[in-house]
């Protein structure tokens, strides 16, 4: 049986949902370890062991928490030393990545990014990744032990199968000068709204709406169906609306139930975070476009004309 | 201060891509200097304005890469080093990120300055490789950076706003798109980086081997493709009566 390891991001005593689904995954692979680090913890171990973790390995030292990527790099080394694992696991995300990086330059051992399976291969294990924007599916096989791979979110879904975890207390190895990026303040900016990643409806809008001053109209749409607004990389990068909202390879992967798109070309770079929607309707001028080609509905028509039409449309029929 | 910014480069996100019979990426079509690095010149030429010194690009690629480091030379960047070997052609992150470690580590700078991830790769692992190799800390995803004296100071883009991160040097920043718009090259800027240094490094120079690659490429397929369905011309109205029909059928209305 192989020997996995998961790490799970702690926020406020509850494990992020990627570490739920990368749990619900490998508990298929073999046996499964939890590593949390960082105050909460311990409270999180009972949704990790809930979710196939059999041991959860807890170290609640405030340093993990307040300090970037080397403590936890630090901690997860010196685990890995005595407990040999075959794969550790991490959700591809801002924080575990840079952990994730670090780890695998300490080891110097493979890593293998941005991840949408794994599935085990005699004695090593077999990660597929989207390659050249997503058009293509590439299959590594990774020759190291442990190998890492970070993992998209919303590759697998979280399921609970009500087990219980033994809560183990590693030692925290935190090195003596590894407490040295570190966190003084933390904002937050956008209201919070309908979250992208669990919307049910999420309409976004790119270049083809012409300036961040009709961006609006994406958002009045998303607000008349009690869905989230998002954006493709091109008007992120152009400073329209912050990275938060951003669809795409670089940016979130989304599930919802219908996804709109309008005055998005679907270069590939958007479309692998998008793709698996129920349903996809694209609205753009261009009848060459190439998100026409894989939306269930594409409208050729001009975005900034539909929009507020649907918008009035919805509402009418929602009776707001 | 001595500012190293590491740049790559990539084919041209704008242009159109291709992929050879052997599923390799093309490598005859327009190639730039990756669009995310050149924020990353522009950060280190303004902190070399305010807090003087030198910026030096720092490159792995084909000979041909040496493009990407002139583009950066014509922006301001003071000289450049290209990493170029053909043992490294198909070099994963790690191998990448030792390269760039070994020949940045002789430079001793007080700050390096990567972009957050390729335009191509996406995968955002050289850095944290190189600031683990390198032995310092990592102040990533900035979209502001203050230096004074040996304290960075960075505003960490996050998913609900940033975090104000601190460190001191030497360290390594990731930078986002966000952090300053890039100048254009002028004439003269053009002019001067013809005769600005590019020295060229070989795997031998840095004391580094290819080693054994941590991965194998077992098979490169198509992936699920979706399959076009109903396109409609919109006359004023047939564009948002069928949305609403497919809405309806979605159950979201």
């Known amino acids: ?320 | 201060m001595k500012i190293v910014v590491t740049v790559k480069q990539v084919p041209d996100p704008n242009g159109a891509q291709a992929l050879e019979p052997d599923n390799t990426i093309a490598r005859d079509r327009e190639v730039v200097l990756d669009p995310g690095d050149e924020y990353g010149i522009e950060e280190g030429l303004q902190l070399k304005e305010k807090h003087g010194g030198e910026v030096v690009l720092v490159s792995m690629g084909p000979e041909k890469a040496r493009d990407a480091i002139r583009k950066g030379l014509s922006m301001g960047a003071d000289r450049g080093i290209l990493i170029t070997d053909e043992q490294l052609a198909g070099a994963d992150a790690l191998l990448t990120a030792r390269a760039l470690a070994a020949a940045i580590k002789a430079e001793k700078p007080e700050l390096v300055i990567c972009a957050t991830e390729s335009y191509d790769g996406s995968t955002g692992m050289v850095p944290p490789m190189l600031a683990e190799l390198l032995g310092v800390p990592q102040l990533t995803f900035a979209k502001q950076v203050e230096v004074d004296g040996q304290q960075v100071t960075v505003h960490r883009q996050t998913e609900e706003g940033y975090q104000v991160v601190e460190g001191s040097a030497p360290c390594l920043v990731t930078v986002t798109a966000g952090i300053a718009e890039p100048r254009y090259a002028s004439l003269k800027g053009i002019m001067a980086a013809r005769s600005k240094e590019v020295k060229v490094l070989k795997l031998g120079d840095l004391g580094i081997d290819r080693g054994q690659p941590a991965e194998t490429v077992e098979s490169i397929a198509d992936a699920d493709a979706r399959e076009a369905g109903e396109i409609v011309e919109d006359d004023g109205s047939v564009g948002v009566d069928r949305i609403m029909a497919v809405l309806q059928s979605a159950k979201v209305l």
């Open chain 1, 1 to 320: 049986m192989a020997n996995i390891w998961v790490y799970s991001e702690v926020n406020e005593g509850r494990p992020r949902s990627i570490a739920l689904e990368l749990l619900s995954k490998a508990r298929d692979l073999g046996t499964v370890d939890a590593v949390a680090l960082g105050p909460g913890a311990r409270e999180a171990a009972a949704e990790l062991g809930a979710h196939g973790a059999s041991r959860v390995l807890v170290n609640e030292d405030p340093a993990f928490a307040e300090y970037l990527a080397e403590p936890a790099t630090d901690c997860l080394a010196a685990l890995a030393g005595k407990g040999a694992p075959d794969l550790i696991l991490f959700g591809f995300t801002s924080d575990s990545r840079e952990v994730a990086g670090r780890l695998a330059a300490r080891l110097g051992v493979g890593l293998i990014s941005n991840a949408m399976d794994v599935v085990a291969a005699d004695g090593s294990f077999r990660v597929t990744v989207p390659y050249f924007g997503g058009a293509k599916v590439a299959t590594y096989r990774s020759n190291t032990s442990p190998a890492i791979v970070l993992v998209r979110p919303k590759s697998f879904e979280a399921s609970e199968i009500g087990g219980q975890a033994e809560v183990v207390e590693i030692d925290a190895a935190i090195g003596e000068g590894s407490r040295r990026a570190r966190i003084v303040e933390r904002r937050e900016e956008a209201a919070e709204q309908v979250k992208l990643e669990d919307a049910r409806v999420v309409v976004s809008g790119g270049r083809g709406l012409g300036g961040p001053e009709n961006f609006h109209l994406v958002e009045e749409l998303a607000a008349a169906l009690g869905g989230a607004a998002g954006a493709s990389r091109a008007i992120v990068d152009a400073g329209w609306v912050p990275y938060a909202m951003q669809v795409g390879q670089t940016g979130k992967t989304v599930r919802p139930g219908v996804y709109i798109a309008a005055g998005i070309s679907g270069a590939m770079q958007h479309t692998v975070g998008m793709k698996s929607a129920k349903v996809i309707v694209a609205i753009n001028k261009d009848a060459e476009a190439p998100i026409l080609k894989m939306a269930d509905l594409g409208v050729v028509g001009d975005a900034l004309k539909i929009l507020p039409r649907l918008t009035d449309a919805v509402k009418a029929r929602k009776g707001q």
